[in-house]
């Protein structure tokens, strides 16, 4: 089924009957749209759906009559010009520590620290240049 643009004549007099018009046609599937002019009582509705079942939904709520139905053509896409591809930045290539390689492996700095029990920690360093956090 193809887009419609559908426009329908209404009878509406009362606030309470245009707000269960719009409850009515934005309830049906399909529907992309609503507008509606309250001087002249014109609904158009915009989309997918089967327009006499609308009316025939409406015409229990107030006079409705159908007006034209114009089939909504697709805005036509412009091709875009091609745009040159921006060149690829210099790949970094990191080279793996291999000091570190084994997860477990013994590292001298293990060394130089020591917990007490308790709760209680001390961190002896021999480096003059490191940071102690106490």
């Known amino acids: 089924m193809t887009a419609q643009k559908s426009v329908l004549q209404l009878s509406v007099h009362e606030e ?13 599937s399909g529907v992309t749209s609503i507008a509606m002019d309250d001087k002249t009582g014109k609904m158009t509705v915009v989309g997918e759906v089967d327009v006499p079942v609308i009316v025939k939904k409406l015409r229990k709520i107030c006079n409705a009559e159908l007006v034209t139905v114009e089939v909504v053509k697709p805005p036509e896409k412009k091709p875009e010009p091609e745009k040159p591809t921006p ?14 390689s084994y997860p477990y492996q013994y590292h001298s700095s293990y060394a130089n620290s020591y917990y007490q029990p308790c709760d209680n920690y001390r961190v002896v360093v021999e480096e003059p240049n490191t940071c102690v956090i106490m």
């Open 87 to 100: 060149a690829k930045p210099a790949e970094i290539v990191a080279f793996p520590v291999t000091q570190f």
């Open 16 to 28: 309470r009957i245009r707000k269960k018009v719009w409850a009515t046609v934005s309830k049906f």
